[in-house]
């Protein structure tokens, strides 16, 4: 197994605002700072599967460098 398939993929259901909740991988924030009820937008990204919906949050003062 690689290393980069240990590493731990924060994964939340989000309820989006036209009623339906949707399980997806959240980057750029390291997950002690995921927590619900927080605002999250489509992650996009040239590095990203185009098969996956991946989010980040919103609040940009928890993004990582180079996510």
Known sequence: MSAEARVPRPVAVIAMDEGYRLRARIIGAPPERIHQGALVRLATSA???PQ???FQLCDVSYAREGV
Do not use: N
Request: glycine content about 16%.
């Open 52 to 54: 996956e919906l991946v």
């Open 47 to 49: 590095g990203l599967p």
